[in-house]
């Protein structure tokens, strides 16, 4: 299993943004489970499970990790393709212009250590602005650091 799973294209954010599908998926991430047993777990017809679980097959947010057949009916046990799931920071830009840059984004490309570097010196940086006293005129943000595209795996 990734690490993460950067979302690309909108099928696949659609897929994820249903809060039954996000309970699915919290639920393969236990352990790989049958649709059969998704439906016996939730009390609810197996028919809804499958359609749900397609969906996700479909746009790759989840896989098929075994088949196992019983009383000659083929058994799918399904789970999730990666522990997290984002989506690419351009994914929801509406703009054709490209050329304006995002003051909230940067690309970075590092080696393993210049990325342990990096988190050690933004670790640092957090806790030290976190500490200060006087919070007059200030905002919260939320940094994250996460691969360009979905192969890397730091």
Known sequence: MKKLLVIDNLPQLKSVSDPFRLQLLSMLSEKPKTGQMLADELDIPRAKIHYHL????????????????KNSIIQKFYAPVAKKVVPNIDLLRYTEDEKKKDSMSYNLSLSKDGL???????????????????????????????????????
């Open 54 to 69: 397609s969906e996700l097959l479909k746009n790759g947010i989840i896989l098929v990790v075994k088949t196992e057949e």
């Open 116 to 154: 342990k570097g990096f988190k050690k010196d933004l670790k640092n940086f957090v806790k030290k602005a976190s500490e200060k006293k006087d919070k007059k005129d200030t905002k919260d943000y939320k940094v994250q650091i996460m691969p360009f595209n979905e192969d890397s795996e730091q």
